[in-house]
């Protein structure tokens, strides 16, 4: 992946967000970890306004955590409501 996401950043997420530091497939950890690769791209695209590609994969990445997120509202409001306090995230 790229150099701003380590493993060792991956497992501070994982392992914040998740069960524990191997839990890669709960929704909670997931959603963190594409948050954290949002912020990432935005910064990215406020210096470089003409980047379409990422631009694309931006807005790909925000579709995904969406649909993650529906997912886990429809089977469990609280862990959502949670996650979306964790990471300051509107909705």
Same mark, same amino acid.
Request: hydrophobic fraction near 30%; charge should be positive; charged fraction near 30%.
């Given at each position: 992946?790229?150099?701003?996401?380590?493993?060792?950043?991956?497992?501070?997420?994982?392992?914040?967000?998740?069960?524990?530091?191997?839990?890669?497939?709960?929704?909670?950890?997931?959603?963190?970890?594409?948050?954290?690769?949002?912020?990432?791209?935005?910064?990215?695209?406020?210096?470089?306004?003409? +980047?379409?590609?990422?631009? =694309? !994969?931006? &807005? *790909?990445?925000?579709?995904? @955590?969406?649909?993650?997120?529906?997912?886990?509202?429809?089977? +469990?409001?609280?862990?959502? =409501? !949670?996650? &979306? *306090?964790?990471?300051?995230? @509107?909705?």
């Amino acid at each position: 992946m790229a150099n701003y996401l380590t493993s060792d950043k991956k497992q501070e997420i994982f392992g914040q967000y998740g069960k524990s530091n191997a839990d890669t497939g709960s929704p909670e950890s997931q959603v963190a970890l594409f948050s954290y690769r949002i912020a990432h791209l935005t910064n990215h695209l406020k210096q470089n306004k003409k +980047d379409y590609s990422t631009q =694309r !994969s931006l &807005l *790909k990445l925000v579709g995904k @955590r969406r649909r993650l997120l529906d997912y886990l509202k429809a089977t +469990d409001i609280e862990r959502y =409501r !949670s996650i &979306l *306090k964790a990471l300051n995230l @509107r909705k």
